[in-house]
């Protein structure tokens, strides 16, 4: 019940920390070989020239995709919720400060990704990784599922954010779909969730029971991950129409990332008047498990085939 609970608040973050890094600029350098700075530096030695190049490493043709990252201006945020020790919701938010568009990639939680020296069925899920490597290890690991695009920053998200940030909105309007009934009272607190179908527009506590509501959907886990887009895209096209730096202050008291506000609340002022067009929403090509251990495995050829697409599109701009 808990999955998805923080994806509209990790998604808007994203946003938030894409267009201040993006703004604020990646730079980029690329160290000439040791062998070539000398010979550069003691052109009157005796240095058998022949003899040194030959030494050389051989010249690797560079991917079509890595040449792509080299000339790309784009910053990839991860953005990750926990549950305990654990990422339940892992998002990498890919932004294009020229265009000022933002490519979203839902990673499942479960997707399978072997480690050296842990070898027990729960520990080859991606949201093991952060428990035992951290942020820097859950970041080289999604790198490696993206066909080694870079990842340059990461947020984390309270579970209180996503309640906050709506509120601060004033609100989401939504259509629910159906009638939303449910009730746990083990959970803690006790969970009881009654919204009514019908376009409305929903406050904080309601938006939360949405985005956790998970049973009805006629196309199971499609339907909701549609219907919980659909609300991110709500409340994002509200706040870049007029409120974005007063919600990224209330955002920020809610995450922990390696920015700062200073640099997020100058930067993603530059961001107001982008419109829903400027958010492409896409997951992780693979399929799930349906025996067994619940793994959901990736495709790696599909995978490099989606990021070399984003990359591609950033050029055409």
Do not use: C
């Not at 509209?8 to 040791?34: D, P, Q, R």
């Not at 002022?269 to 693979?286: C, K, R």
């Not at 697409?309 to 055409?316: G, R």
């Amino acid at each position: 019940m808990k999955a998805f609970l923080k994806i509209f608040a990790i998604t808007f973050v994203s946003f938030v920390l894409a267009m201040g890094a993006g703004l604020w600029g990646f730079s980029k350098f690329h160290e000439s070989s040791s062998v070539q700075t000398e010979l550069g530096e003691e052109n009157n030695s005796n240095v058998d020239i022949i003899d040194t190049v030959e030494a050389q490493e051989p010249v690797v043709e560079k991917s079509e995709l890595e040449k792509l990252i080299e000339e790309s201006k784009r910053v990839n945020v991860l953005l990750l919720g926990m549950e305990g020790p654990r990422t339940d919701t892992i998002v990498l938010a890919s932004f294009d400060p020229v265009a000022k568009k933002v490519d979203l990639i839902s990673i499942p939680r479960d997707t399978y990704y072997a480690r050296k020296g842990y070898n027990t069925a729960d520990k080859k899920k991606l949201n093991a990784v952060y428990g035992d490597t951290g942020a820097e290890g859950t970041m080289a690991a999604v790198s490696e599922l993206l066909a080694g695009i870079p990842v340059h920053h990461y947020v984390k998200v309270t579970y209180t954010g996503v309640e906050r940030i709506v509120d601060s909105l004033g609100g989401v309007k939504i259509n629910v779909p159906f009638d939303m009934k449910y009730d746990d009272p083990y959970d803690t607190p006790p969970l009881h969730i009654n919204i009514p179908k019908g376009t409305q527009v929903l406050k904080g506590k309601d938006a939360v029971h949405f985005l956790r509501f998970r049973k009805d959907y006629p196309d199971g886990d499609l339907g909701r991950i549609r219907a919980q887009q659909k609300f991110m895209k709500a409340a994002m096209g509200k706040v870049f129409s007029f409120r974005l730096p007063v919600v990224a202050n209330t955002v920020f008291k809610y995450v922990k990332t390696d920015m700062a506000l200073s640099e997020i609340l100058v930067l993603a002022g530059d961001a107001v008047g982008m419109n829903l067009e400027s958010i492409q929403t896409h997951g992780l090509p693979g399929k799930a498990t349906e025996k067994g251990v619940s793994y959901f495995l990736h495709d790696g050829d599909a995978a490099k085939q989606l990021v070399s697409e984003i990359y591609k599109n950033e050029m055409k701009e």
